[in-house]
């Protein structure tokens, strides 16, 4: 076997490990994060979005690899960080949690900085590898090579989402699982390096291995860091099963569990027990047989056995949660109760007429999972498990003595859901709300109808119930319920949603978070595109990332309605897809195929398979509850994904082919659209599209989404053709992307400005001591330069010259300077604030007489001067600090033909300087003598509301707008600074021009005389 | 060629040393005026500029503040001491500066009314077994991370939804529906000052008590107005350091023993809540220590409600306090010489009832929010043992 075989064979092993290694490190990671964050779709979507967008970050900073020497030894360098990471970020997030305030949550911001920061090392370092190895798989360096990594990391991918769901999870602790990470790619390394000679790589790998080994041989690493997450109690046990993270604590003889890092049941909580129970069974009049869905840990058994009852089914999704629960309440082991571990959303389409009552003991509808349980189809499938007169016992987030407008929303949601299977509903009002559901009267004799049946109690006994049932607190509690909402749907999941709102107003953030975000990640591919070759290609790549992960959430969720949350299922399910991308890799990569017709015609049937999807979903939605009726097998689920895997990974090589430039470079760029397009899949499909377009609106938006590529590859396929290899491509993170995140930035403060939940803070902010100092030193900054000072010294150390060179790298790739980026940022919210909220009909002028100013108007008095102070040499101000002049500028690099204004557009702007000049005066003397005047120019222009005017924004949006065309029309047209300053040195440079003619013409008569 | 190049740098230098100068000058008046602002704005601790555009109909001009100079008021209801200009908002997020004076925004406007049992505020000494008319208004001047009552206490007054309860109208209900007490709680009635001022004023013309259910954060001037209107309290004294009101209620220690101390020289009576949050307020020491200063500074029957935590507001990742430490807790405090303590939000807890220090019996007997017997003549048991409260 030759060297290169070996060599060859060594770094095809090594992208497998590294699929294996990537989708392990993220199943582990996304649980462990679980502890930080909530579990809802915000969570999780940040988590994946985060993940995806770093590794494509990654294979982004790989593509310019092929010019370095060795790149062998940056793969073992690689793979020795690959090896380490997995393990330190699990010990990170755990150590994070227990350095936290005990009991408290992230907010929607720290959610996603943090997870950001901790995810960023294995990320960046996992994507470069894939552009990296893509270099290195052969050395043909050709297009297909490009594909076979792809088919090979897949591969590895298909294994380790196997591995990992059914070996393990269920055996193995995740430090251990992490551990496997470690030996693992430390074992490749080694390999690697002995098959490429590079012996003291291996022997340093080796010796890592072994001292790895050694140290978690030596420390319970698992333990001590379960522990640090619950300082003060006591760690009883701890336990990772396929569903979550369980863990058992003790304080001062009170045992508590945890799911997941929250608490969900504990032995001295007879509060919890006795509610989730007594209010539905004291409402039927014999209950003999009952169902209690979760609720073991809380007590409920003990309390449902207080009732004369004949059996208890217990249904609990976690066997481990059964087991704990056995052994934590002692009235588990009553003959009378069947533990049943199962979904419980499946078990009970599969029961007909069999209980007096029903009892759902889970958390809020906060996730699509959890949402199943209420649905207008769940309680369907209730009533038809519930004998005649049967009873639905489910509780809520309500309110003590205040009703937030989210918790009534969804209490409303909940409720009319309720309504429309069960005739009659009966709210129990309270932090925690109950809701009792049957077809028979209720009424809140709850208290009377337990004494009758002889049931001690300690909390819902008359005595307490005489004072949270009083007639004003019922009527409360039915008028929080009666507002108008939307049913919850299995297929319109509007619950998840409204508790997201409830839950970012407890914990801080909202919705902007994932809208910004998604936005960010758009401008972000769109940048990217713009510099790539053969745009079309890689925007079908980005579009299927996209589709392909909204379609595996879609089908997911179709899943969990119909079949339960069942590990090993979901497991296959995802599994499948990763099986198809590697097989429509293999399949589209083969050298007889021709690489348009693949891509198109891949592009084709995804756009189809999403449309038809929909259909099935709205066909679905339309008719009561036929999912029901015509049960869909579990496999048709796994190949539903696995096609849509099929067709995504499909494309990948044949766009290789089509964009060929460099192995590197291209295998970087496709990896990250890929990725790019498949983390705004993740952050808008489960949190945005599914609650608000719903399951088959999400699907036919992919397949809208698909269509469009398709098209777009239809037009310009037959261009390709002719040329037969793309050009290069254009510089990394080009004036696009500067342009695309000015843009985000202009939006973002727009959003937050005008949006009521995010205006406040803003606001705040804007006025911090802190932040007005940091916009003078930048002011100062400014007037120096523009004196012709410089920022840096010409000559200076090592420091100096490394700052210059990353400045002047900043400056070619975005053609915007450091300090421009640094004004730009400092002063976008100064600048952009009054287009969003300002009291005047025009904004920007009437600051001085402004009842309320923002911090333009605040700043104003000392901005404006140091501006034209600024421009008095060569309109620095203009060119370098301000904002909306950065953003034209900006802007103007990235449109092709844009012009001047003519010059009777300028004449524009000297008019409304004099406009500015005048009515500056003017508004002030109708301020200062009568304020209330009709008709003086203070009442004209003054709008007495400090609101968002949709006229200033529409300008501003065809300022925008116009500056494709025409050159920075604000500055050109409408700025009242820049036309005076432009007007003074137009005057300077007259006189100056004069000067010099007649100090030309001086000399000549010197001379003149000279010669006489 | 000299001369045109000294021409220019000659027009150069002029320039430079326009924007030189008019730059040093800028930025010298600029500093001068950003640290004044700062002398007078960086004690802010309300919110800039968030005032509504309009007041609400019945505002009030606030009583208690000052001006500040700059045309700023001090507001010196409750130790934030926030300093405020034009249109900004307070700490509490229900007083805002409109014309250069303070106004509370929430006047006879509550956002929750409700009856409740006089044991659910909870005051054990007074009047028992009767109900009591509670209302609260949005706004808080507190953080506290384990709020039960977030939603409003936590909300400007324009994000809740309130009712037209002018304090005529709040009194003419209470003697309608025959309840002999008013009760200003649930988020905190210090920042609805002027509401409850007029409120039990009106209130004490007509025969009705007043009760605040309160964290104290108040001023002792503002306070001692206050009490002599007020007929009893419930004061949370949520720990007994300063570094646990700071990091979980965004308050000092001090003003809210002074306030108990104030409190107990206007003749107000008063019973103190100690909430008992895991790993936060749980440490006996602490316990003990607060024990013996209630006995000491406002005397050993005061009565003091131990309250067990539940997950609430931001702190949802701990389980509820164990019941062997409020055991502990309860222990403690009658070492510490305190006659009357309770054990709360713990169904069936012994503890509930009253004893009475001298012989033992029991004179107050409760289930839950139910009071079946009290034998209290007079305010003394049957063994002619004082038994401290407001009985009728």
């Known amino acids: 076997m030759g060297t290169d075989d070996r060599r060859r064979r060594a770094i095809l092993v090594s992208v497998a490990s590294l699929g294996f290694t990537a989708i392990v490190a993220q199943m582990v990671a996304l649980r462990e994060f679980l502890h930080l964050f909530a579990g809802n779709e915000l969570g999780i979507g940040l988590i994946l979005a985060n993940w995806l967008l770093l590794t494509g970050i990654g294979s982004l900073l790989g593509r310019r690899t092929h010019r370095w020497r060795s790149p062998v030894r940056w793969i073992l360098a690689g793979e020795v960080l690959l090896a380490v990471l997995p393990l330190a970020q699990l010990v990170g997030v755990r150590l994070l949690r227990g350095a936290w305030p005990p009991g408290t949550m992230a907010g929607a911001g720290e959610m996603l900085w943090r997870s950001l920061l901790l995810l960023l090392p294995f990320c960046l370092v996992s994507g470069f590898l894939l552009a990296l190895f893509s270099g290195q798989a052969s050395s043909r360096r050709e297009a297909d090579q490009i594909g076979d990594v792809y088919v090979l990391d897949s591969a590895g991918g298909i294994l380790g989402g196997a591995v990992f769901a059914f070996v393990l999870v269920p055996v193995l602790p995740p430090v251990s699982i992490a551990a496997l990470l470690l030996f693992l790619n430390l074992g490749t390394a080694i390999w690697l390096s002995w098959s490429v000679g590079e012996r003291g790589w291996g022997w340093s790998a080796a010796a890592l291995l072994v001292a790895g080994a050694g140290i978690l041989a030596a420390i319970d690493l698992e333990r001590m860091t379960a522990r640090a997450m619950f300082p003060g109690a006591a760690l009883l046990y701890a336990e990772s099963t396929p569903y979550g993270h369980l863990a058992v604590t003790e304080r001062a003889g009170e045992i508590a569990v945890y799911e997941n890092g929250l608490p969900i049941g504990s032995t001295a909580d007879p509060v919890a027990a006795e509610e989730a129970v007594h209010y539905a069974l004291a409402l039927h009049p014999d209950p003999r047989r009952v169902l209690l869905v979760s609720g073991g840990l809380v007590g409920a058994i003990a309390e449902i056995a207080k009732h004369p009852v004949e059996s208890i089914d217990y249904v609990e999704l976690d066997p481990a949660v059964l087991a704990i629960a056995a052994r934590v309440h002692s009235s588990a082991s009553d003959p009378r109760v069947h533990p049943i571990a199962a979904d419980a959303r499946r078990f009970i389409r599969t029961v007909r007429a069999s209980y007096d009552a029903i009892l759902v003991t889970l958390p809020d509808p906060s996730s699509a999972q959890l949402n199943r349980y209420y649905t207008v189809e769940f309680f369907a499938a209730a009533k038809r498990a519930l004998r005649e007169g049967g009873v639905l016992g489910l509780r809520l987030t309500g309110a003590e003595n205040y009703a937030d407008p989210a918790v009534r929303l969804l209490a409303a949601s909940v409720h009319r859901s309720l309504a429309t299977v069960f005739a009659r509903v009966l709210v129990v009002p309270g932090g925690e709300m109950h809701i009792v559901a049957a077809d028979r009267p209720l009424t809140y004799e709850i208290a009377a109808a337990l004494e009758r049946r002889g049931i001690e109690t300690s909390f819902v006994r008359r005595e307490y119930l005489a004072a949270k049932l009083t007639a004003d607190r019922i009527e409360a509690g039915k008028e929080m319920v009666a507002g108008a909402a939307p049913a919850n749907r299995d297929l319109r999941p509007v619950c998840y949603l409204v508790h997201l709102r409830y839950w970012l107003r407890r914990f801080g953030g909202n919705l902007l978070v994932p809208l910004l975000y998604a936005g960010g990640l758009v401008i972000l591919i769109g940048a990217l595109l713009a510099a790539a070759p053969r745009r079309a290609v890689p925007a079908a790549l980005a579009t299927s990332g996209c589709a392909g992960m909204g379609l595996e959430v879609v089908l997911l969720i179709a899943f969990q309605i119909h079949h339960g949350s069942l590990h090993r299922e979901i497991a296959t399910i995802i599994t499948a897809f990763l099986l198809g991308t590697a097989l429509g890799a293999g399949w589209g990569g083969r050298p007889s195929r021709r690489p348009a017709r693949v891509l198109f015609g891949a592009d084709v049937l995804l756009a189809g398979l999403a449309l038809v999807l929909g259909g099935l979903a709205s066909a679905a939605g339309a008719g009561g509850d036929p999912l029901a009726a015509a049960v869909v097998p579990p496999w048709l689920f796994a190949g539903a994904n696995g096609l849509v895997g099929f067709l995504v990974g499909a494309q990948f090589p044949p766009a290789a082919r089509l964009c060929f430039t460099k192995v590197e470079d291209t295998a970087g760029s496709l990896w990250a659209f890929d990725l790019l397009g498949a983390a705004l899949g993740a952050i808008a499909v489960s949190v945005l599209c599914i609650p608000l377009l719903g399951v088959a609106g999400t699907c036919f938006l992919a397949g809208g989404i698909k269509t469009a590529s398709t098209l777009l590859l239809a037009a310009r396929r037959a261009a390709w053709s002719r040329a037969a290899s793309p050009s290069p491509a254009a510089p990394f993170l080009g004036p696009s992307l500067a342009f695309g995140i000015a843009l985000l930035v202009f939006a973002g403060i727009g959003v937050a400005i005008v949006a009521e939940d995010s205006s406040a803070a803003i606001y705040g902010f804007s006025f911090r001591p802190a932040y007005h100092w940091l916009l003078v030193l930048l002011l100062g900054l400014g007037l120096v330069q523009a004196v012709g000072g410089r920022l840096l010294p010409e000559r200076g150390g090592a420091v100096v010259s490394a700052v210059r060179r990353a400045f002047d790298a900043l400056h070619r790739t975005t053609r915007l300077r450091a300090y421009q980026w640094a004004c730009y940022s400092a002063f976008a919210l100064v600048g952009f604030y009054p287009v969003f909220r300002c009291y005047f009909t025009v904004p920007y002028l009437f600051c001085h007489v402004c009842p309320r100013q923002c911090v333009f108007g605040y700043l104003r008095p000392y901005l404006v001067p140091a501006a034209l102070l600024m421009n008095l040499e060569r309109r620095f101000w203009c060119h370098r600090a301000c904002p909306i002049g950065t953003l034209g500028i900006a802007q103007g690099r990235v449109c092709r033909r844009s012009r001047r204004w003519p010059a009777a557009v300028q004449i524009l702007s000297i008019a409304i300087l004099i406009f500015t000049a005048v009515s500056y005066f003017e508004i002030r003397s109708d301020y200062a003598v009568q304020p209330d005047v009709e008709g003086d120019w203070y009442t004209f222009f003054y709008t007495n509301v400090f609101a968002a005017s949709a006229t200033v924004i529409a300008v501003a949006a065809g300022v925008v707008l116009l500056t494709l065309r025409w050159r920075r029309t604000f500055c050109e047209a409408l700025c009242p600074i820049g036309r005076f300053s432009e007007l003074v040195l137009a005057g300077d440079g007259r006189l100056a021009r004069r000067r010099e003619r007649r100090v030309r013409r001086r000399p000549s008569r010197l001379r003149e005389a000279r010669e006489t | ?392």
């Open chain 2, 1 to 392: 060629m000299s001369a045109r190049r000294r021409g220019i740098d000659r027009r150069r230098f002029v320039k430079q040393a326009v924007i030189g100068g008019g730059g040093v000058l800028l930025g010298a008046y600029t500093v001068d005026e950003l640290l004044r602002n700062r002398a007078g704005g960086e004690l802010r601790v309300g919110f800039r500029n968030d005032a509504p555009a309009q007041l609400w109909e019945w505002s009030r001009e606030a009583q208690w503040y000052e001006a500040a100079g700059h045309g700023l008021v001090r507001c010196v209801l409750c130790p934030h001491d926030c300093i405020l200009g034009e249109n900004d908002r307070g700490f509490c997020r229900v007083r805002v500066v409109k014309e250069g004076r303070l106004h509370s925004i929430v006047y006879g406007n509550p956002c929750a009314v409700h009856v409740d049992p006089m044991e659910k505020k909870p005051l054990h000494h007074f009047l028992p077994g009767s109900s009591i008319l509670s209302i609260a208004t949005a706004g808080c001047n507190l953080r506290c991370l384990n709020c039960q009552n977030w939603e409003i206490s936590q909300s400007r007054p324009e994000e809740t939804d309130n009712q037209d309860l002018r304090p005529e109208v709040l009194v003419q209900a209470a003697l309608q529906h025959g309840l002999p007490a008013i009760a200003y709680t649930y988020s905190e009635p210090i920042v609805f000052y002027e509401y409850v001022r007029d409120a039990a004023a009106l209130a004490c013309e007509k025969g009705l008590r007043n009760v605040l259910v309160t964290a104290g954060y108040i001023a002792e001037a503002p306070l001692r107005a206050l009490c002599r209107v007020t007929d009893a309290a419930n004061v949370d004294l949520k720990g007994f350091t300063d570094g646990f009101y700071k990091r979980v209620t965004t308050s000092t220690l001090r003003p809210v023993l002074r306030a108990l101390e104030v409190m107990r020289e206007e003749g107000v009576w008063i019973e103190v809540t100690r909430l008992i949050v895991p790993d936060y307020s749980d440490d006996l020491d602490d316990i003990r220590e607060m024990c013996r200063w209630l006995v000491g500074a406002l005397g050993a029957d005061t009565p003091l409600h131990l309250s067990r935590f539940h997950p609430a507001y931001k702190l949802i990742g701990l389980p509820p306090t164990p019941a062997a430490t409020l055991e502990s807790a309860y222990a403690v405090a009658r070492e510490a010489g305190l006659l009357y303590v309770y054990v709360g939000n713990l169904p069936g807890h012994p503890s509930q009832n009253t004893a009475c220090p001298g012989c033992g019996r029991t004179v107050v007997e409760r289930v839950g929010y139910f009071v079946p017997s009290v034998s209290i003549d007079d305010g003394r048991c049957a063994c002619g043992e004082p038994i401290s409260g407001v009985w009728s």
